[in-house]
Every structure is written in C-alpha cells, then in structure tokens.
C-alpha cells in the first residue's frame, strides 16, 4: 500500500521549459498533487536531449550517453517502460583519420588517490546534486588547477571527451568546476552499481528524446509553441503573459536560464547582475550523409579538442547505425562558412560529406566564470530559490549533463513543495497531447 502524506494545500505552479529540469522538476510537483502547466518556445518537448528520425531511425541531437552514475535516469526509463541499449563504442581519431590511443595515465600514475584524497578534503560533495557546494574550491582555471595540484594527466584522460561533449576547450578560462563535475559524472573515478543490466554507457532505444515525450505525455498540461511575453510576479501569485494567453499560478519555475527569460521577466537588480555573468558556448550539431569515414563508433577529433584555434571545425561526430551514411557532427561556433569547414574536415578524415540534413545551434553550458565564482555567483542563484515566488533548474545551477539537471530538479522541487495532504507517492496521469517529434 502506498504511503499518503500530510502536507498544506495544493500550489499551482508554471513551469517555464520542457528540457529535462523542467519535465523532472513538473514530474515531481504533480505526483506531489500540485498543479502544473508547462510552458514550451519549441514545437516539442526535450530542450537539448532533442531526437530527429531519418528513414524511420533516431539520431540523438544533443545529450544521450548514460553513464553507471545516470542512477536517476535508470529508475526514470523503468518508470516510464522504455528500453535502453549500449552506446557506441568510443575511438579517438586524429584529423587525418589516424587512430589516437587515449590516455588513461590518471588511472594508473598516482594522480587519482591524489585527487581522492583532494576532493575528500575540499570538495567533498561534488557528486552531489548542484554546484554551489563546491565551487569555491574550484574556482581557478582548470589547467591552473591541475598543475597546482600535479593532476596534469587528468586532462590528458578525459580533456578530449569533455571538450568533443561541448564544455569548451581547456586552454579557455574554465573554472574546474565544470571539469571536475563532468569528470566525477563518467563514472571512471569510482566504481558504481549496473544500470538497467549494463556494464557500462547505456543510451534509449529509439532515441532520448523519447524518454521526454514520455514524461511529457504523463503530465496534465503541456503546452507547446508557446512564447512568454512577460512574467510578472507579486504578492498574490504569478501572472505568466504569452502569445497564446495568461497562465496564472502561485508560483514560477524556471527551466531556462535567467539571461533567456530577462527580456520578459519582472527582474530585480540582483536577478539583472547574475544574468548579466552568465557565459555560454556556441555549440552546433550538423546531421548529414557521409561515405568513406571510420564507421560504427562515437569519434572523437583529438587534433580539434586540444585548442581554442580549432573553433568551428569538428570535434566530434557519431555513427549509430552501420549500414546508413546519415552521421550527427558536432562543433563549436557559428561560423558562415560552417558546411565548408566541415566538408573540409570529412575530406581531411578521408570521406566525402554528402547532403546535410539538420543543423541545430545550441547556447550550450550556461556557467560563471571564475572570479564570479570566487565571489559567490552559485550561493546567490541559491539565494534566489523561492524568491518572488520563483524557483531556478536547469543547467546553470546543476551543470550541462541530463543526469545533474534532473537530480536537481527533483530534489528542489521535493524540498519546496511538500505532497499535498491525502496525495500518493505515485500518481497516474492522464496523457496530455504533445507534438510530434520532428522528422526529416
């Protein structure tokens, strides 16, 4: 028998983006008894976990690597029913196509008790969810950070993978905040359980923005291709404007970062200063037909992860399926001659690029800098967590990987708002109507 609950009455809430923080964060608030309508820019759900289909197969445009550490995406997938597969396996190439061993001195050199034993005494709680908790101690640039503490080979083992993943390259002014999360969530530190029976990555069968479109389908009140044209929230609740009409609620969450809603946001100063610190990468996913390239892997382009100056050229690309050409490309930038430079590097890997499909720009990794770190930028996004009746999820408090945005999500909306009185620990829902992914 499921456990009920004493709690106050039940909030009604918006909720301002349908990426992973927003559909977790609507999730929770709902099976809590609450009431809650979803407010959506895009015509479908998913934010950057976004999938197309080509000739009846799904290609990942964003995030879809499931690592042992994605534990609250496991039990998400078998509360939803879907089903899950190993990823691809992982081959680094040069940009002439040549294959590059990857470096796993970390692992073996000493660096990693020596980061064990550091992160024990600083930053203990980094795998938890959010980063305020951690990051004053990581606040230096990351190759700042990893010569001060002699972990150089840190970056030789994971700095290809998380620059080919669209955080930036580390000879740019990175906190290590960001490294060091991204690190702790490859589960290659730390031993961690099987998930959905996989020893290692996992992705979902028929693409991860299935995962979305089921949660969505759960929720009550969904509501797509819709813009807001201004919140304002006073002492009474929150009247949220769009093109498509008012939603009135008791209170407002935030699935978008601060810098994106501040044109139509009642802003406060402090709300103005923080979105004014927010950075973000110019990150692009190119889908397009390729022949002649290595085959049957996630590929990572060590010669254009390794600095800044290859901005604009590949980083990345990923061959799902072995018998199509159809490959998703990544890199960063928005450059105007981005089909050139990319046919270019096809050609330099010893293919020929064929018909581009989708391309797809992304602001992706909100983060702070630095010295905003140094001085507290994530206790003040903290600070702000109910504020004006207003809650903030998402990347920019939890860290760009789906696994950290609905860990937070979850947890913010569980320690705010309490089930209501009467309500079940699960509930059904009944399916709302949500738009068709998009097809190509």
């Known amino acids: 028998m499921q456990e009920l609950r004493d709690t106050a009455g039940p909030r009604t809430v918006a909720v301002v983006g349908a990426g992973p923080g927003g559909l977790a964060a609507a999730r929770e608030l709902e099976r809590a008894g609450h009431r809650v309508t979803v407010l959506e820019e895009q015509a479908t759900v998913a934010g950057k976990c976004q999938s197309v289909h080509v000739d009846g197969r799904a290609y990942d445009l964003g995030g879809h690597i499931c690592t042992n550490r994605y534990e609250r995406i496991a039990r998400l997938l078998t509360e939803t029913g879907l089903e899950t597969e190993r990823t691809s396996r992982y081959r680094v190439l040069d940009t002439d196509g040549r294959a590059v061993r990857q470096s796993m001195e970390f692992l073996r050199d000493g660096a990693l008790q020596r980061y064990r034993a550091l992160r024990e005494r600083e ?6 969810p959010g980063l305020a908790h951690s990051a004053p101690a990581l606040a230096a640039p990351v190759t700042e950070w990893l010569a001060e503490h002699e972990l150089t080979s840190m970056a030789d083992s994971f700095g290809t993978g998380y620059t080919a993943a669209g955080y930036g390259h580390l000879d740019e002014d990175i906190p290590a905040l960001y490294f060091v999360k991204y690190v702790e969530m490859t ?6 359980p099987e998930l959905r029976g996989h020893p290692g990555d996992f992705t979902v069968m028929g693409g991860f923005g299935s995962l ?19 919140v304002v929230r006073g002492a009474d609740g929150v009247r949220v404007c769009t093109d498509s009409g008012p939603v009135e609620a008791d209170d407002l969450v935030l699935a978008v970062t601060p810098d994106r809603i501040l044109p139509a946001l009642d802003a406060t100063a402090e709300e103005r200063d923080l979105a004014a610190r927010i950075r973000s990468n110019a990150y692009r996913t190119t889908l397009a037909d390729a022949s002649g390239l290595p085959e049957d892997a996630f590929y990572f382009l060590a010669g254009h992860t390794a600095s800044r100056a290859s901005a604009g050229h590949c980083v990345s690309y990923h ?8 490959r998703t490309f990544y890199s960063y930038g928005r450059p105007d001659d981005a089909t050139a430079l990319l046919r270019g590097d096809v050609t330099a890997l010893g293919g020929r690029l064929g018909e581009v499909r989708l391309r797809r720009e992304w602001a992706f990794m909100p983060h702070f800098g630095g010295d905003d770190l140094r001085d507290g930028a994530l206790d003040r996004l903290d600070a702000l967590q109910g504020r004006n009746r ?4 998402g990347a ?11 860990a937070h999500a979850q947890d913010l909306a569980r320690r705010h708002f309490p089930p209501v009185r009467g309500t079940l620990t699960r509930q059904d829902h009944r399916p709302a109507t949500i738009e068709e992914e998009p097809q190509t």
């Open 319 to 326: 061959h799902r399926y072995p018998d199509s050409d159809t």
């Open 123 to 128: 930053f203990p709680r980094i795998a938890e």
């Open 396 to 406: 920019l408090p939890a860290f760009e990987l789906v696994e950290c945005a609905v």
């Open 390 to 393: 207003t809650f903030h999820v």
């Open 187 to 192: 589960g290659l530190l730390d031993p961690g």
């Open 212 to 230: 979305w479109r089921r949660v969505a389908e759960e929720l009550k009140d969904v509501r797509c291709g819709v813009r807001v044209t201004s």
